[in-house]
């Protein structure tokens, strides 16, 4: 018999009434009646209400002890009186009269309350995390991510997959963020590179002739913290599949998500077979590549219209023949929003540092259409009827306006539509809306230094054969690669991969690579790729930003057991630390301060 406990803090049932049981935990709350002490007694399965009477040996005992204090008791299980019944615990009708006690473990001085869910200063909760991990709502957050992973594993296993484990000590990339590095002792001068990700490592099982492979893959990127985005190290599910067209991996990753999300929360997930948008379409309709689908609102290219001579609004006019462009976002049946609500907005857009929204009510008197507000009568009854045109407007519908270069009108028309939507309460926080953004371009140039440069991941299979490719205006080639959205939240990035060296020494070229330094960089994908390998694709969402959404919370340090702070340090553990001059030596390293 285990000598700490016969039942854990969440397993006595009205079946225990008059039996002897011991439980372990920590004193979760206490109240002195006097004559009665109650202690609430937690563990991590749940709570059990014990009574210390005032005749009890362990009275004066227990009176002094601390909360969180780690105890044992011993004692008879008996029913709560019916208005004593706690309906909101598992054990609610149940009570332990303690007959015996003993301290396991004292308590001192707590920097922060455990028993409540109430903020507290990051650095507080993150150097006393394992105190902030017993509050209840954090410490559900972890156990729901242990589940989730655990539910992962299985339906992965069940699809076909095998689960291998690839090298955390590898060699550094030029691609993507910066990378952590690792002295090597045995090779003075040199480094290792903690993986941003099992890349070339995934493919190159592919190469080896595994089929179907996963992995819930540590990776480490040196980059800032954000909300969606912990510092240093985060947790993603590693898939690759060989044989395969992007369509086999959404169909792999539709059926996951739609189970995981149906197992792990009662939203609704809107569409089980995820919408297909393509990133020109996403960064016109969205002005985002990150489109939250709840958002019922759309944005539309006004910008010929503003050109028009039915249109007088000459500061449009004038911004668009410098290389601007117009966008508008209707709002439905919003004819009757107080002025405030329309001033808010415009007020609110200056206040991101653009110039504002223009906007305006589509009126219909007497049988003729008019634009009501600050720029309506800059427009004409026969822009009215195009503008309804081309926004699929009605009379009664408001139409906000931006004006902007082209990334600058993308980035105020992407959250302006999210702020709008706000503000009109019309996203339903009670369900998950999933699509996938296709057909991102190959390259990407720099408006600075006009260098073309590879705008996702550089070891992506263009689109088409490689005769019909176009690589004199590499612009214009599009890649098989794709991202899985939920909610406006990045979970992924993926592609059909380049198995092809011919095709890659071609593609890095149009990047500034030349063929040595593209062996150089990446001799063992190369030389892996010229012994017969098979069309092959892959994905890798990120199990940080699944739990987070599964759990409502809006920092993925919510669902982190030990995250870092903002500025990649962990309070706790005291690190990143100093380290001896000997240390330094045996790695041929020496400080400059």
């Known amino acids: 018999m285990n000598i700490y406990r016969t039942h854990n803090c969440n397993e006595v049932r009205a079946s225990n009434s008059d039996e002897k049981v011991t439980l372990s935990g920590w004193i979760h709350k206490k109240r002195d009646h006097g004559n009665l002490v109650f202690i609430d007694l937690r563990d991590n399965y749940g709570m059990t209400q014990c009574v210390v009477q005032k005749d009890s040996s362990h009275f004066e005992e227990i009176e002094k002890l601390k909360l969180e204090t780690v105890i044992k008791i011993t004692g008879s299980c008996i029913k709560r009186a019916a208005d004593a019944i706690n309906a ?13 006690m003993e301290v396991l473990g004292s308590c001192g001085e707590l920097p922060m309350p ?3 869910d109430q903020e507290y200063s990051e650095d507080i909760r993150l150097k006393y995390r394992f105190l902030d991990l017993r509050r209840k709502k954090i410490h559900q957050n972890i156990i729901l991510r242990s589940k989730v992973i655990s539910f992962i594993r299985d339906k992965m296993s069940q699809l076909g997959f095998l689960e291998f484990q690839t090298p955390i000590l590898t060699a550094s990339s030029p691609e993507g963020a910066r990378d952590f590095l690792v002295p090597s002792r045995l090779n003075p001068g040199k480094f290792y590179a903690l993986p941003q990700a099992p890349q070339q490592f995934k493919q190159l099982i ?4 595994f089929d ?22 985060f947790y993603q599910l590693d898939i690759e599949m060989s044989f395969v067209e992007q369509e086999d991996i959404f169909t792999i990753l539709e059926k996951l998500m739609n189970d995981v999300f149906s197992q792990f929360s009662k939203k609704k997930v809107i569409s089980k077979v995820f919408p297909r948008i393509s990133y020109d379409d996403a960064l016109l309709k969205y002005g985002t590549d990150k489109p939250d689908l709840r958002n019922p609102l759309m944005i539309y290219d006004t910008t010929d219209l503003f050109l028009s001579e039915e249109v007088k609004f000459e500061i449009f006019k004038k911004l668009i023949k410098q290389g601007s462009l117009v966008r508008a976002i209707k709002t439905t049946k919003t004819s009757e929003q107080p002025r405030s609500f329309f001033d808010g907005i415009d007020k609110w857009a200056k206040e991101q540092g653009a110039s504002g929204l223009a906007y305006l009510t589509i009126e219909n008197n007497n049988n003729v259409l008019s634009g009501k507000g600050p720029i309506g009568k800059l427009f004409s009854e026969t822009a009215i009827k195009e503008l309804m045109k081309l926004c699929e407007a009605e009379v009664g519908d408001s139409i906000f306006f931006a004006c902007g270069k082209k990334s600058e009108v993308e980035k105020l028309s992407a959250i302006a539509r999210d702020k ?13 809306a999933f699509c996938w953004i296709v057909d991102y371009p190959m390259f990407e140039q720099d408006p600075a230094t ?4 590879f705008s996702h991941n550089p070891f992506s299979m263009p689109q088409g054969k490689m005769e019909n490719i176009d690589f004199n205006n590499p612009l214009n080639i599009k890649a098989y690669q794709y991202d899985i959205v ?17 095709l890659m020494y071609k593609l890095f070229g149009i990047a500034g690579y030349s063929k040595d330094q593209v062996d150089d960089k990446f001799s063992g994908m190369i030389n892996a790729l010229s012994y017969g390998a098979p069309p092959h694709g892959g994905i890798a969402p990120g199990l940080d930003r699944i739990v987070m959404l599964l759990a409502d919370e809006k920092n993925i340090r919510e669902v982190t057991m030990f995250p870092m702070n903002q500025g990649a340090q962990d309070l706790m553990m005291n690190a990143p630390s100093d380290v001896t001059d ?3 030596k045996e790695l041929n390293l020496k400080k400059i301060k």
């Not at 592919?206 to 002739?209: E, F, K, L, S």
């Not at 179907?212 to 190290?233: H, L, N, T, V, W």
């Open 582 to 584: 000997q240390q330094l």
């Open 420 to 432: 709008i939507a706000n503000e009109l309460k019309l996203i339903d926080e009670n369900t998950f």
């Open 88 to 100: 909101e615990l598992d054990t609610g009708e149940m009570e332990v009269v303690v007959d015996s």
């Open 206 to 209: 592919m190469v080896a002739g």
């Open 212 to 233: 179907k492979y996963f992995q819930i893959a540590p990776c480490f990127r040196d980059e800032d913290a954000r909300a969606d985005r912990s510092p240093g190290e």
């Open 450 to 453: 006009n260098k073309i440069d």
């Open 114 to 116: 455990v028993f409540s």
């Open 486 to 502: 939920c909610n406006g939240i990045e979970l992924s990035s993926g592609a059909i991969r380049n198995h092809k060296p011919e």
